[in-house]
């Protein structure tokens, strides 16, 4: 395994290995401080690629101001040691300098996907998001890149840049890991303190709840979020931030749900730790679990 440091460096092995040796690229994005969740990712990269490649950038473009990038927690050395164990081939670690050198000016927004939900509490986020993969895609030009359901926002944002900007790299959504408690992985998860580790299953209770309802015949969405507050906010340490009950693909909210595939998606606060989680109701089955655009 190699890692890389260099956007030119990465860009000329990538191409080297799609060119010369014809061989198909994997990309697993992140931001380093990796867990099971990441993990997911690499492994699914690894059995469908021949060459692996995991970036590890904390984007510094997708964090608004107040928010935790300077403490957002990076251990490179320990990320390098899982992903030797799980064999992958490169690690692409490049400086904030290096992703945006003295005079960087291009942005990329996806327009309507990225205002609401998570765009309306984190403005901006989503261009960041949107920035980054698109340095990266045309830096590594993959075949394919492997993204999380657990960021539901992001991977529809995600989708909408690669079908609109025409990148040549088919995207893989995978599920969301979660704890034993439900709770959905996370490197914010690091924040909690033991008890808040506690309190902050709720959420997928809450989740688990309003899909019960849902099963029981519930149809109304404000009475789906209310049992989601209801939920959220019996737990002391918990505070909801939103909950949203919309289409699955257009993320344009609903008020009532029919059997079309509908998201849940919530963020709420446990102690100062923001946390964001979601459920698919009426989802459409793929063969692997793994939805493909
Ligand atoms: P991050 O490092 O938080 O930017 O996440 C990198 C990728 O891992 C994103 O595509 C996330 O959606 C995905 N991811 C993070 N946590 C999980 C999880 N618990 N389950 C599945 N994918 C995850």
Known sequence: MEIINRRQRMSSV????????????????????????HLSLVREARRMCDVVVVSVFVNPTQFGPGEDFEHYPRDLTKDTALLTDYNVDYIFAPTVEEIYPKGFSTYVNVEGLSEQLEGASRPGHFRGVATVVTVL????????????????QQALVIRRLVKDLAFD????????????????????????????QNSAAVIHKALVQAKSAY???????????????????????????????????????????????????LAAYVGKTRLIDNTILNKVKKKDGAATQ
């Open 14 to 37: 990538a191409r080297k290995i799609r060119r010369e040796q014809d061989k198909t690229v994997g990309l697993v994005p992140t931001m380093g401080a990796l867990h099971d969740g």
């Open 137 to 152: 895609l045309n830096t590594i030009r993959p075949d394919f890149a492997f993204f999380g359901q657990k960021d539901a």
């Open 169 to 196: 790299t088919e995207i893989v959504i995978l599920p969301i890991v979660r704890e034993d408690s439900g709770l959905a992985i996370s490197s914010r998860n690091l924040y909690l303190t033991p008890d808040e």
């Open 215 to 265: 099963k029981e015949g519930e149809r109304n969405a404000n009475r789906i979020m209310e049992i989601i507050r209801n939920t959220v906010e019996s737990e002391p340490r918990a505070r909801l931030d939103y909950v949203a009950v919309t289409d699955a693909e257009t993320l344009e909210r609903v008020d009532r749900v029919d059997d079309r595939p509908t998201l849940i998606a």
